[in-house]
């Protein structure tokens, strides 16, 4: 089953080179009892941990089964490990979070992709342990614990069984049982060797193998061989495609293992996933703000419409008038806006208006307010139709009908909460006004209050109100956004041409704005401020990223013996890579899903209490839990890959 030829091995201590291994030869029949003595030093740990695939020879030859394994890889060397051999520890080696059920079935996760529970069952019961089923570690007697090893050991079905020292830190009594079940394991047809320091255990055994200065000094046989009742593997692992079973196969068990790991260290779990927490918190909160501000600028500027144009008087230098001011021959009139609909095919509307401030009274109150003379398509254009009441008619303004649509803020200086202003007269300037309709509301602006307003006919205005006999603008809505250019310029010319303005003049005679690139310059305004905002504040996922780099090569140090352990039951690299890597993810995640109920919890404040308007898009949150468990996957590659890449008899022998 097992031969080794000339086995060298060799350890540099310091400036010393120390031979542990001198050239060893030996071979193991299936079935066998082999004990090996020797004082300390002589080399028989080294031979066994070489036997038992946790450490490679330097030189010589190691066949099992048939099979040539000196100079196999590690994860090749760790799928033979748990199909054909089985370690019991001198030290048990069993995780302290872990219950005996979870510590027996640990194999299974890296032979089977699962941890059969139900078997591990019937081991312990096997081994007298079927009351101390959920008993973790530190709650089990040395002798518990070494049978808790021996049903690991068992739980893959193994060949081979190696025993470091199995009765080393047991009292008598424990020792008489580990020994009795140990040969009755090898009654069973499983091959047993054992380092031992105790003659009296050694004896115990079917063949003496002692030790001295790295060489063989004897080999005894004590007992007749009998045949095996196993039949041996033809040399290749039970499951070879198991090898090539990704992280994806046991993705559940590794998350399962890495919540339980980062649960029995709160503290410092929590404090590690802080950092991403505050970062994923900042992050969220920023777009949300980001966010909430354009919304705000949209719906403030949705009124004008995208595919709106104003056009205002310029400051063209006309007799009796000093530049700067608006000469009379290029102020605007209610003809100039009805020759554009009628001239520009793509003008769907026009919209003259004149604006002024008035004193506003009703009863004993009174208010200073805006006054907005407007025509009845102004409505339909700003989406202002009255959801109280209705907006006059063209027919009124022709009359110079004294109707009147109020804002909310007036209806609430003048008529209160409980006093419908419908049908109620109001004076404006001290001439009188039939309240017909109230504005939806539309809130407070960097403007000003958009609530504070009157508006009437705009015929009504020019010669009642204000006494103008030109309007302030005229707005043009063209029927294809598409066009809004070209209507643009087509209205300058008509503008030009209708006031005859000359060339040298032109640049200063009118001022037309187009609405959708006013939109498109403060949505970029706004898209750039969050995104500053945004990258200043991923600087804390950047830094919580560091933290849980630092927090992950901690648990590596602390936790090499464990990774021994895995190695050694069969773990391969890419299985430990995958642990601890879904450890920092874990992590990371959790952090990130409390990140974003603190940026919810932020924004609602700030839109409670501040006032400011916030808003959460799924594409933020996603964007965030994105972040967070790239950051876990980024940082925590080091340290998974560091503990990946530690030698299982290294790892074993840490501390």
């Known amino acids: 089953m097992l031969e080794l030829q000339g086995i060298h091995k060799k350890y540099q201590m310091g400036d010393t080179l120390i031979s542990a291994l001198k050239g060893v030869s030996l071979t193991l029949e299936d079935g066998d009892f082999v004990a090996i003595m020797g004082p300390s030093g002589s080399g028989k740990s080294t031979l066994m941990h070489v036997m038992g695939l946790l450490d490679v020879p330097d030189e010589g ?111 008598s009594t424990s020792e008489k049982e580990i020994m009795t079940a140990l040969s009755e394991l090898n009654a069973s047809g499983i091959t047993i060797v054992i380092v031992t320091h105790e003659e009296d255990i050694g004896r115990q055994a079917k063949r003496l193998i002692r030790m001295r200065d790295g060489v063989i000094q004897s080999d005894e046989r004590l007992q007749p061989l009998k045949v095996s009742v196993l039949a041996a593997p033809d040399g290749t692992p039970l499951s070879e495609a198991s090898a090539w079973v990704t992280g ?101 509307a026009t919209a003259p208006t004149v604006n002024g401030r008035a004193q506003v ?137 209708r006031h005859k303005v000359p060339l040298s003049q032109r640049q200063d005679a009118f001022q037309i704005r187009n609405m959708a690139d006013i939109q498109a310059a403060l949505a970029n305004s706004t898209k750039v401020m969050t995104l500053l905002l945004s990258a200043i504040a991923a600087i804390s996922l950047l830094v919580g990223g560091i933290g849980i780099m630092n927090i992950m090569l901690v648990s590596v140090t602390e936790r090499t013996r464990e990774i021994g352990l895995r190695k050694a039951v069969g773990a391969r690299r890419s299985d430990i890579l995958s642990q601890f890597l879904v450890e920092s993810v874990v992590v990371s995640l959790v952090g990130g899903s409390l990140g974003v109920v603190l940026a919810w919890l932020i924004t609602v ?35 998974a890959r560091k503990a990946s890449l530690l030698a299982p008899i290294d790892a074993l022998r840490y501390e």
Do not use: C
């Open 361 to 497: 009274t009703f009863l004993n109150k009174n208010w200073n307010t805006s006054v907005n003379g407007v025509v009845p398509d102004w409505a339909r254009i700003h989406d202002m139709a009255p959801p109280v009441g209705r907006f006059f008619t063209l027919e009124e303004n022709q009359k110079r009908a004294r109707v009147a649509v109020i804002g909310a803020t007036l209806v609430r200086e003048l008529f209160g909460e409980s006093r419908s202003p419908i049908g109620e007269y109001l004076k404006i300037n001290r001439v009188s006004f039939q309240v017909i309709g109230i504005l939806p509301e539309k809130g407070a602006s960097a403007f000003g209050d958009r609530d504070d307003t009157v508006v009437v006919p705009l015929n009504t205005a020019m010669h009642r109100l204000l006494g103008k006999d030109y309007v302030d603008t005229i707005e043009v809505e063209v029927s294809d956004p598409s066009q809004t250019e070209s209507v643009q310029d087509l209205t300058l010319d008509a503008m030009y041409s």
């Open 61 to 171: 030859s190691y066949r099992l089964n048939g099979r040539e394994v000196a100079h196999l890889t590690e994860d090749e060397l760790a799928v033979f490990r748990r199909e054909v051999i089985s370690f019991i520890f001198q030290q048990f080696n069993l995780l302290p979070r872990m219950s005996a059920l979870e510590n027996v079935s640990l194999p299974l996760l890296y032979s089977e992709q699962k941890m059969d529970l139900e078997r591990a069952k019937v081991l312990l019961e096997r081994v007298g342990l079927g009351t101390r089923l959920e008993h973790r570690p530190n709650e089990m007697s040395g002798g518990q614990q070494q049978r808790v090893a021996i049903a690991r050991a068992l739980i893959n079905r193994p060949l081979m069984i190696f025993a470091d020292e199995p009765t080393g830190n047991l009292d």
């Open 605 to 639: 404040v700030l839109s409670t209490i501040v006032g400011w308007a916030t808003s959460i898009t799924l594409s933020s949150v996603l964007l965030a839990f994105f972040f967070s468990g790239s950051i876990g996957v980024i940082f925590g590659i080091y340290p």
């Open 248 to 348: 994806l196969r046991n993705i559940g068990q590794h998350f399962y293992q890495g919540i339980k790991t980062l649960a029995a260290n709160k503290v410092r779990t929590g404090l590690s996933m802080l950092g991403i927490l505050i970062g994923v918190a900042a992050v969220v909160a920023m777009l949300a703000l980001g966010r909430g501000a354009q919304k705000a600028i949209e719906d403030q500027l949705s009124s004008l419409g995208s595919n709106l144009l104003i056009l205002r008087p310029g400051a063209l230098r006309t007799s009796g008038g000093a530049k700067g001011e608006a000469g009379a021959g290029t102020r605007l009139t209610i003809e100039d806006a009805s020759s554009l609909q009628d001239q520009i095919p793509s003008v769907k």
